[in-house]
């Protein structure tokens, strides 16, 4: 079975108006209409970099105990957290395996490894 959510702690952590602090979360896959759509936002058609901002705001299921995540809430996160949604973005929906068999060629045993892949 596909796996489309994943559960993420952020390094510092989203504080709310009240001062709760909401660390952990869930992303879910990204499907076109989550990076078609936004393109079309106002915000997107004058400054490109806040297509970001969209695009983690339709795909971030639940923060902390937040149920509805909005552009609001992802512009007000510390960069470090926005750096690690990004990563976690590009990770989940890059669509290659990062992991590649690999072969000792000191004692032939065979195992998986971690590549980093272009871009990454």
Same mark, same amino acid.
């Given at each position: 079975?596909?796996?489309?959510? *994943?559960?993420? /702690?952020? $390094?510092?952590?989203?504080?709310? &108006?009240?001062?709760?602090?909401? +660390?952990?979360?869930?992303?879910? =896959?990204? @499907?076109? %209409?989550?990076?078609?759509?936004?393109?079309?936002?106002?915000r997107? +058609?004058? @400054?490109?970099?806040?297509?970001?901002?969209?695009?983690?705001?339709?795909?971030?299921?639940?923060?902390?105990?937040? +149920?509805s !995540? @909005?552009?609001?809430?992802? &512009?007000?996160? *510390?960069?470090?957290? =926005?750096?690690?949604?990004?990563? =976690?973005? +590009?990770? !989940? @929906?890059?669509?290659?395996? %990062?992991?590649?068999?690999? /072969?000792? $060629?000191?004692?032939? &045993?065979?195992?998986?490894? &971690?590549?980093?892949?272009?871009?990454?």
């Open positions: 079975m596909l796996q489309t959510e *994943f559960e993420f /702690t952020l $390094p510092k952590g989203y504080v709310d &108006e009240n001062g709760n602090l909401h +660390q952990k979360g869930l992303m879910r =896959l990204a @499907n076109a %209409s989550d990076e078609i759509l936004p393109v079309k936002d106002p997107v +058609q004058r @400054n490109p970099a806040y297509l970001t901002i969209i695009v983690l705001s339709r795909v971030i299921v639940r923060l902390g105990d937040l +149920q !995540i @909005n552009p609001g809430i992802i &512009e007000k996160l *510390f960069v470090a957290d =926005l750096n690690f949604l990004q990563d =976690l973005y +590009q990770k !989940i @929906n890059g669509g290659g395996s %990062s992991r590649v068999k690999v /072969t000792c $060629p000191k004692c032939g &045993e065979s195992f998986e490894e &971690e590549i980093a892949l272009p871009g990454e």
